[in-house]
């Protein structure tokens, strides 16, 4: 499957944002959807995940109440609406694809390319 992340953009402290992730080629709606985040100097962490036939949904701490991932398997398209976003939700963000659920970098098979989500003060 590919996966082609989009959405980011500059945006002031306590704003929204929605990125989307919409996905090709194998059956979308089979797959567990993963964000995740790599800000400069840090690893790539993981942000949100959302099963494919449940809406069981995960967040990290740290975004939780303020970021909601839903995803529209009929569109083949994942989104992460972030609310109330801080400086140090900057960073570039990137969808993923697995048949697992977790919040592992190992879980997910498939990677988009990212996207950057600036936030200024």
């Known amino acids: 499957v590919q996966l082609q992340a989009s959405g980011g953009g500059l945006v002031q402290a306590g704003g929204s944002l929605r990125v989307s992730c919409t996905a090709s080629?194998?059956?979308?709606?089979?797959?567990?959807i993963g964000w995740f985040r790599q800000a400069p100097g840090k690893e790539r962490e993981f942000v949100a995940a959302?099963?494919?036939?449940?809406?069981?949904?995960s967040y990290a701490d740290s975004v939780k109440g303020r970021f909601t991932i839903s995803r529209d398997n009929a569109k083949n398209t994942a989104y992460l609406q972030m609310n109330s976003l801080k400086p140090e939700d900057t960073a570039v963000y990137y969808c993923a694809a697995g048949t697992g659920y977790g919040r592992s970098r190992s879980t997910y098979d498939y990677w988009g390319q990212g996207t950057l989500v600036t936030v200024s003060s």
């Open positions: 959302i099963r494919w036939n449940v809406p069981n949904t």
């Open positions: 080629g194998r059956t979308f709606s089979r797959y567990v």
